[in-house]
């Protein structure tokens, strides 16, 4: 083979192999799925998007069902009864329920109680349980299905406990 035929024959394998090279270079990798949100894992889990307010910034949960949600400052939402949320608020998430739960308080005539545990029955019915203590208390689910707004500080109505 002469140096000429060489050249071509090199010059036709670059010449065949470049545009395999420039695509694979050029094609775009796909995107990494993005992370849900703290609602759509809420919900996965079996329970209402509305258990959080809408000031969530981040959350982090393990593989064993431990989570963390960090809201943007501590607030109020006001349900059946005066909601107090912390900047914080820790658990563990399980099919149905939030156990071992801390950074959520309820108010109740003149004091405030931390919540325990959330839960739901399944299959689904229309109540959601707060427990406080030894205390569950029954909350309609139809009040956690929309997420709701935080306030800086609890109504005057709420505060004074005026029904």
Not at 56 to 73: C, H, P, R, W
Not at 88 to 103: M, P, Q
Not at 115 to 133: A, C, H, N, T, W
């Amino acid at each position: 083979m002469t140096f000429n035929s060489r050249f071509h024959l090199g010059f036709l394998i670059f010449f065949i192999s470049t545009p395999f090279t420039i695509s694979f270079i050029l094609s775009p990798s796909p995107l990494p799925e993005p992370k849900p949100t703290v609602y759509d894992i809420l919900t996965v889990y079996g329970l209402p998007r509305g258990i959080f307010p809408d000031t969530v910034e981040s959350y982090n949960l393990d593989k064993d069902g431990n989570f963390e949600v960090f809201l943007k400052a501590p607030c109020y939402v006001e349900f059946e009864y005066l909601v107090y949320y912390a900047e914080k608020i820790s658990g563990k998430l399980g099919i149905g329920s939030i156990t071992e739960l801390e950074g959520i308080e309820v108010k109740r005539f003149l004091f405030w109680f931390n919540v325990k545990e959330i839960r739901v029955d399944l299959p689904l019915s229309d109540s959601v349980y707060f427990q406080i203590g030894f205390v569950n208390k029954k909350l309609d689910i139809h009040q956690f299905e929309t997420i709701h707004s935080c306030m800086k500080n609890g109504s005057l109505r709420q505060v004074l406990q005026i029904d």
